[in-house]
């Protein structure tokens, strides 16, 4: 009879690359590096024509330049009118959701309208606005709230119906009042599905911040991208497509974190690959 | 008058009726366990007690306790609330001042999991949830205890020492319990009577004293032979 | 009148008798190309159908986009979505010193089409006023560096004032709702606002203006030389018959464009002028002079050869066998 070995490694050990630097760090950026080093060739030898792509090291030059140029103003002028979208959209979809899942009332006068008008797209809502709001800050922040409302309020009243009616019951032997039910109970188990509403919200409120700015702005990253285009400056477009990615990126990170942070107590698939 | 005094004229979920003249009374510290086949009511029963199914007509009565005061409820699953520590969870009943730490401590201690306070409900186990529910059920100082069929989701030797504790904590308290089983020998083990209910709604089948000395050993020969006659008294109902 | 046509079409068709015959890149399926209310000669090309007449017999389609301004067809011209496009001069060196490769072989006219505009009862009286307020005008079109080169005479830059980006209609329609203070203005909306709401040009500057260039993409004059020729011959004969027919000419204008008859005759008779087609000194003048607000206002990347950029783009020769005499 034969023995065979199983080669186990001992308890606490883990496979290293040797260098240290573990892998899944590495691998985010595999992507991005190979898309950016293969366009940078592509141009240099002629494959890509560089007046419809300009090469990634002209981009960053124009970035460079841009920083120096007044990009400060663009960046805020764009993030303060998504910061303020989106928390009057948020804050709004917030409440709504929160009447339409708690009163069956409410949900009947008002959810089927909601409903509808959320399948307008947002491209649809520019005339209007502007034919009502003007072509001012207005009707950029409120094409933004609108932008963000859906998503948040989709998630919180899919989060309050998603209820546990088993936590309900518990919550119920307590004689709690309604608003101190809504509190301390409907709400931190509605808290995941809503917290994917609001991270969804925010970005949406980044995408309805550039279709507003396309329309008729001075400053911001929606400016500058049609300011690219009209000038026949490819580089400026995809400048500003970078900026709008990071920023996107970032605030959405912003949101990941907080998740984590306020979902610690979650007990599922992706915490437990952490 | 009777300790806790139960009475439900009628209880109907749409057209079927689940339970109807239905008497039962349970004197202070006593323990009873509702059998019956699977639909003939017991946790309807149950939720009635606690009050969270208003759609009976039904008197419940506890002596000395205003409408719904002094009773506390285990589920079958613990229903801890994911997003509280466990401390946090035991101490839920109490409305609005900041919750007892000393209180869910010595209760923790109680239940055989001290020190377990910060822990998050997904770090435990099936059965240390359940004791941490148990605690929090105590947490208000009922005087009535009801549980719907408490330890049926845990392994055998878990629900062993689970009905081990409850026993002490209803004694040490002297607590009356209704307590829901569809297991016999559980129900022989720690009640002090035992209620069988029809499959068809009406008043209790029979109600068997358990006259056992405490504490009680498992596997006595005078629990068996009283275990044998309430299957039986199972068995007729079916035929 | 028709006789006069006659000769013409005659002396065209003699001329396009002595082309080489080139051996060009594979029959043309379909040429692509625009037009615009800025560019009367065009409209007339396209009612009259002189065009698709020219290409019949080659089988070759031919397909009209319709250009808001010269940014669309500059942007057009560019991702290759027409071989021939019509904009103001400097916004063809423009989009030229950017990349855009294409040659400007012909000018359809030389249009007084720019003005700043100021709303009828407006407070602003002098360039200086401009300073701080809101203007509309639609980057990358002549209007737009008309502004800032009129900026530029009262001592002010792009900075100074607070540009509204929006189109040429649009733009119209802010003044006059009083969203804006100011509008560079371009016709024939322009003219339309002046005749049907009052509003005022508060500058003007006919050496601002700079000329309407028909662009080719270089690629296309290339490959397709016959093509651009008899693209260059049949704009001809619409030049010659918009000169003995304004008014006509003026009526086509004022149906395509949805302007009142004399707002288009405002246009074409007093703000037009067809005399010059074959791009020459004069253009390359006007082109050098407008060049340095480019650099000055940022539009071009660092670093560009502005100099180079205009004899890249302005052909003064592959169209004079085509051009009749005036």
């Known amino acids: ?15 290293r690359r040797r260098g240290g630097v573990p892998l899944l760090l590495v691998l985010p950026f595999v992507l991005p590096a190979l898309l950016l080093g293969g366009a940078e060739l592509a141009v240099r030898a002629g494959v890509l024509p560089a007046n419809l792509m300009p090469p990634p090291s002209e981009v960053a030059r124009t970035l460079a330049w841009l920083a120096e140029n007044g990009l400060g103003a663009h960046l805020a002028a764009s993030t303060a009118r998504v910061a303020i979208g989106f928390l009057a959209g948020a804050g709004a979809a917030l409440l709504a959701g929160a009447l339409v899942a708690l009163d069956r009332r409410a949900a009947a006068l008002f959810d089927p309208t909601l409903q509808a008008l ?23 922040l409120v094409l933004i709230a609108i932008g963000a409302f859906f998503p948040v309020y989709t998630g919180v009243v ?25 509190r301390r109970v409907l709400l931190p188990a509605a808290l995941p599905a809503i917290l994917t509403g609001l991270r969804t919200g925010l970005s949406l409120a980044w995408m309805f911040m550039v279709a507003a700015e396309l329309i008729a702005a001075t400053r911001g990253l929606g400016y500058l991208l049609s300011d690219g285009r009209e000038t026949s400056r490819a580089d400026i477009v995809l400048a500003a497509i970078v900026l709008l990615a990071v920023l996107g990126k970032l605030s959405d990170m912003g949101m990941v974190a907080l998740e984590r942070r306020l979902l610690a107590w979650r007990d599922d698939f992706a915490g437990s690959r952490a | 008058m009777s300790f806790l005094e139960i009475v439900v004229d009628e209880k109907r979920y749409g057209e079927r009726v689940v339970l109807k003249n239905l008497r039962l009374a349970l004197a202070r510290g006593e323990i009873v366990s509702l059998v019956g086949p699977s639909g003939c009511g017991k946790s309807t029963l149950l939720s009635i007690v606690a009050g969270l199914d208003k759609g009976a007509r039904a008197t419940v009565r506890l002596e000395g306790a205003p409408d719904g005061e002094g009773i506390g409820f285990v589920f079958q699953e613990p229903r801890l609330f994911p997003w509280l520590d466990v401390a946090r969870n035991i101490a839920f009943g109490s409305a609005d001042a900041p919750p007892s730490a000393a209180a869910a401590d010595a209760l923790l201690a109680e239940v055989g999991l001290a020190g377990y306070g910060a822990h998050l409900p997904r770090q435990l186990s099936g059965g240390q949830a359940q004791r941490v529910a148990i605690a929090r059920a105590l947490y208000t100082r009922p005087r009535v205890l009801l549980l719907d069929e408490p330890f049926s989701a845990v392994d055998a030797l878990t629900r062993i020492k689970l009905q081990d504790l409850l026993a002490r904590v209803a004694r040490e308290r002297g607590l009356s319990v209704l307590l829901v089983t569809h297991d016999i020998d559980e129900a022989v083990h720690l009640s002090d009577r035992i209620v069988l209910l ?41 035929a | 009148m028709k006789r006069r046509t006659l000769l013409q079409l005659a002396a065209a068709g003699a001329a396009s008798a002595t082309l080489p015959r080139l051996a060009a890149a594979a029959p043309l399926e379909e040429i692509r190309l625009d037009y615009a209310y800025y560019s009367p000669t065009s409209l007339v090309l396209r009612r009259f159908g002189w065009l698709e007449q020219a290409f019949k017999a080659d089988g070759t389609k031919v397909k009209w986009v319709f250009s808001a301004g010269s940014n669309r067809a500059l942007e057009y ?23 855009t490769p294409i040659r400007a072989p012909y000018i359809f006219s030389r249009p007084e089409w720019t003005a700043l505009v100021v709303p009828k009862n407006s407070p602003i009286r002098t360039l200086a006023d401009l300073k701080g307020k809101k203007i ?3 980057k990358g079109t002549d209007p737009y560096l008309f502004l800032l080169r009129s900026l530029q005479v009262a001592g002010l830059k792009r900075s100074d004032i607070e540009h509204v980006s929006l189109q040429h209609a649009d733009g119209r329609t802010a003044l ?33 203006n700079t000329y309407g260039f028909l662009n080719v993409r270089e690629q296309f004059l290339a490959s397709h030389p016959n ?59 006007a082109l050098r002079q407008a060049a340095p607000i480019l650099r000055a206002e940022s539009l071009v990347k660092p670093g560009a050869d502005l100099e180079r950029s205009i004899a890249d783009l302005v052909d003064t020769r592959f169209a004079r066998p085509y051009i009749a005499k005036a």
Do not use: C
């Open chain 2, 198 to 238: 029809d499959r068809q709604p009406g008043p209790p089948r029979t109600e068997t004293p358990v006259a056992l000395a405490r504490p009680r050993a498992r596997g006595d020969a005078e629990a068996a032979r009283l275990k044998a006659a309430i299957l039986a008294m199972f068995d007729l109902e079916t």
């Open chain 1, 158 to 182: 899919s989060g309050f119906g998603g209820v546990d009616r088993k936590l309900v019951e518990v919550a119920q032997l307590y004689r709690l009042a309604p608003l101190a039910l809504v």
């Open chain 3, 176 to 208: 006059e709702q009083g969203k804006v203070d100011a509008w560079a203005g371009l016709d024939p909306h322009m003219a339309a606002s002046e005749l049907e709401s009052g509003a005022r040009l508060l500058y003007r500057n006919v050496a601002f």
């Open chain 3, 227 to 285: 093509e651009t020729a008899r693209v260059i011959q049949a704009y001809e004969k619409a030049r010659a018959w918009v000169r003995a027919n304004q008014t006509e000419a003026a009526k086509i204008l004022s149906e395509e464009a949805k302007v009142s008859l004399p707002v288009a005759l405002l246009q074409i008779k007093l703000r037009s002028d067809f005399s010059q087609p074959l791009p020459g000194n004069e253009h390359l003048a």
């Open chain 1, 118 to 140: 959320r399948a307008i797209p947002s491209l649809a809502w520019v005339p209007l606005l502007l034919l009502w709001f003007g072509i001012d800050e207005l009707s950029k």
């Open chain 3, 136 to 138: 509309a005008a639609t």
């Open chain 3, 77 to 99: 011209l560019n991702g290759n979505s027409i071989d021939i496009g019509s904009s103001a001069g400097l916004a063809a060196l423009l989009a030229r010193a950017n990349g």
């Open chain 1, 1 to 15: 009879m034969t023995t065979r070995v199983l080669d186990v490694p001992a308890a606490g050990t883990r496979r």
